[in-house]
């Protein structure tokens, strides 16, 4: 491939979609981005000089169970004599294999005019290390796309000129498009809820007659105490 | 007190006009009521539509948008009140200068409207300042602000001058001013106004 070819030691991986878009993207390190970005629009060939979309996606830790068979020495009785048997037995074991925040850029070629070209950058894991490289150098378009990013997704780019919120308030302290966001309580009013609304609704209800309870049970300590 | 009709019309055919101070205060001030320059999203298009020639909304009083809170008399929530804009709105809200009424246009401004679970979206701006009228619609349309207009010429046309239920302007211990809303780390804070806003029950 002419990434590989010019960014020496660039992993690129041909990430490809299924459906009918049929968008398929490269999914690149971001040790080697900025080099890569670099080449992807200022090559003769290539010329991707308009980015149009950064999006965020959240890739959530996901747990595996397996079915393993293992073989395990175990005393029984056979036959009246206590032996030492090899059994072997299915087990479920579970890990989780740790998610991570993903960038998607996509990129057209005004001069060339083809597009549009798809390229993928994933953090390490959603928790900690959450940086990835700018590409707000190379292309302007990213600066307020990945601001946004930031905002939404969590995601820390480093080499961004002004990293802040966008559209939620800089003393905001979640990240609204992450798949464990759970809105803030202010269910009190629903009239037409469904589905996750109407749990919501209910709970926030229970939370009401509990704390009215609480609350006349607190008014009749005082009566009774007076 | 209101002059009864019957002997209006008597006394017009004599030549002689009679009313009252009521009247007469209330019809001036309906008349001229000059709404603040004030639109969010989508219903504001609507509301500059109500005010341009095939709608015309200056006929009805609204001579001039004036964009200073401080010599408007009333304020059109036209759109989605986001939970980033909403101390700005209850800020502007406290530096109008009384009587000062509030239309929230649009199903955005009464409840959050279609994007009412949307995580920056405040489900409805009555839960911090109180609202004269509602208007339903999404957008609603020129015609349904002009009624709403006129529904809101009306209701000062029957505010009373002096007993319990007088207009805010003119009771001294009434309250003009309302809390602006903190932005905390995960919501508003206070997430609606107890003053303001009753929460409505819900009869099952």
Not at chain 2, 1 to 14: F, H, P
Not at chain 2, 98 to 127: H, T, W
Not at chain 2, 137 to 145: D, K, S, W, Y
Request: charged content about 25%; some cysteine.
């Amino acid at each position: 491939m002419a990434i590989e070819a010019a960014v020496p030691g660039a992993g690129v991986e041909l990430v490809s979609n299924p459906s009918v878009c049929g968008q398929h993207s490269l999914r690149i390190t971001p040790e080697h981005a900025m080099a890569v970005a670099r080449f992807l629009r200022d090559d003769d060939e290539l010329r991707l000089d308009f980015l149009s979309n950064v999006t965020g996606v959240d890739w959530p830790d996901k747990e595996i169970a397996e079915k393993v068979k293992v073989t395990r020495t175990a005393k029984k009785t056979v036959d009246g004599v206590e032996k030492e048997v090899e059994e072997t037995v299915e087990e479920t074991r579970k890990h989780v294999e740790p998610g991570c925040l993903e960038a998607v850029y996509h990129l057209f070629s005004m001069t060339n005019k083809y597009g549009p070209v798809v390229i993928r950058m994933r953090t390490v894991n959603r928790s900690d290390q959450v940086e990835l490289p700018s590409l707000t150098p190379i292309w302007r378009s990213a600066e307020f796309q990945e601001r946004e990013i930031f905002d939404l997704f969590g995601i820390v780019f480093t080499g961004h000129p002004d990293l802040r919120r966008l559209l939620m308030w800089d003393e905001f302290k979640d990240h609204p498009m992450r798949r464990d966001y759970v809105e803030p309580d202010d269910f009190e009013y629903e009239p037409t809820a469904h589905d996750e609304v109407m749990e919501r609704a209910q709970e926030h209800r229970a939370k009401l007659v509990t704390a009215e309870t609480v609350g006349a049970a607190g008014q009749e300590r005082t009566d009774t105490g007076a | 007190m209101a002059v009864d009709e019957g002997l209006k019309i008597e006394l017009g055919k004599q030549g002689v006009f009679v009313t009252t101070i009521e009247e007469l205060y209330n019809w001036g001030r309906r008349s001229s009521i000059w709404p603040m320059q004030f639109g969010l999203a989508c219903c504001a298009i609507e509301m500059i539509a109500t005010t341009m020639a095939r709608y015309d909304l200056a006929r009805f009083g609204a001579e001039v948008f004036r964009p200073s809170p401080r010599q408007a008399d009333m304020m059109i929530i036209s759109g989605t009140v986001t939970k980033k804009m909403a101390p700005q709105v209850v800020r502007l809200y406290n530096q109008m200068a009384e009587p000062k009424y509030v239309i929230a246009m649009g199903a955005c401004a009464i409840s959050g409207g279609p994007f009412k679970q949307g995580y920056n979206v405040l489900k409805g701006i009555d839960r911090y300042i109180p609202v004269d009228v509602h208007i339903p619609g999404c957008p609603p349309r020129p015609e349904a602000l002009i009624q709403a207009f006129m529904t809101l010429q009306k209701k000062i046309d029957g505010q009373h001058l002096t007993g319990p239920d007088r207009p805010r302007h003119l009771n001294a211990e009434a309250q003009g001013e309302f809390p602006v809303p903190v932005q905390g780390e995960h919501d508003l804070e206070p997430t609606s106004n107890p003053g303001v806003w009753p929460v409505p029950i819900t009869i099952r």
